[in-house]
T-cell receptor, first 115, second 113 residues
Framework: KAGVTQTPRYLIKTRGQQVTLSCSPI?????VSWYQQTPGQGLQFLFE???????NKGNFPGRFSGRQFSNSRSEMNVSTLELGDSALYLCASSPYLAGEFYEQYFGPGTRLTVT | LAKTTQPISMDSYEGQEVNITCSHNNIATNDYITWYQQFPSQGPRFIIQGYKTKVTNEVASLFIPADRKSSTLSLPRVSLSDTAVYYC??????????????FGSGTRLSIRP
């Protein structure tokens, strides 16, 4: 079974631009979560989607948004990019929202550099 | 949310057993303990999860004392490829979602020949 895929893997943008990142979860997985990872803040939860509905959102400004499609694929968008948005953006999928042996499967991430 | 405390870094040698301890003094009754491994420029990978006592799989063992205020990840006979950051997470996975699962700073494990 194919793992979580993220595109693109690397991206360079300039301040003020916007960016869209894509995530394809493992087949059959309905939950998709997004994380931002930086050396200073570590792994921080952005948002979670399940069955096309945003279930939870982390403590990030409204410039960060996302959506999930009927095939469970997800996109996240960052508008008006700032230098501090430079990070590794990770997507994780899970078959369900919660439950015993809850496990998230992470993709390789998208490395976003804002100049 | 239970907060976790782990050593920032650890060093060991190939063939040795490595034990990484995580403190979670405020763990709640419904919280599970999960460990993830992360290599540079990759997403974290699930290693093991437990609630109490001992759990073992093909990769590692997880020891959880009766009071559950700490847990120890044990990696038998490590190799150079075990060099990575290891995260201990504590969360109520029975009825929560990813937002309740907090990744701490992790332990950077370095294995030497």
């Amino acid at each position: 079974k194919a793992g979580v895929t993220q595109t693109p893997r690397y991206l360079i943008k300039t301040r003020g631009q916007q960016v869209t990142l894509s995530c394809s979860p493992i087949s059959g997985h309905r939950s998709v979560s997004w994380y931002q990872q930086t050396p200073g803040q570590g792994l921080q939860f952005l948002f979670e989607y399940f069955s096309e509905t945003q279930r939870n959102k982390g403590n990030f400004p409204g410039r960060f948004s996302g959506r999930q499609f009927s095939n469970s694929r997800s996109e996240m968008n960052v508008s008006t990019l700032e230098l501090g948005d430079s990070a590794l953006y990770l997507c994780a999928s899970s078959p369900y929202l919660a439950g015993e042996f809850y496990e998230q499967y992470f993709g390789p991430g998208t490395r976003l550099t804002v100049t | 949310l239970a907060k976790t405390t782990q050593p920032i870094s650890m060093d060991s040698y190939e063939g040795q057993e490595v034990n990484i301890t995580c403190s979670h003094n405020n763990i709640a009754t419904n919280d599970y303990i999960t460990w993830y491994q992360q290599f540079p420029s990759q997403g974290p990978r699930f290693i093991i999860q437990g609630y109490k006592t001992k759990v073992t799989n093909e990769v590692a063992s997880l020891f959880i004392p009766a009071d559950r205020k700490s847990s120890t990840l044990s990696l038998p006979r490590v190799s150079l490829s075990d060099t990575a950051v290891y995260y201990c997470l504590v969360g109520d996975i029975s009825r929560s979602s990813a937002s309740k699962i907090i990744f701490g700073s992790g332990t950077r494990l370095s294995i030497r020949p």
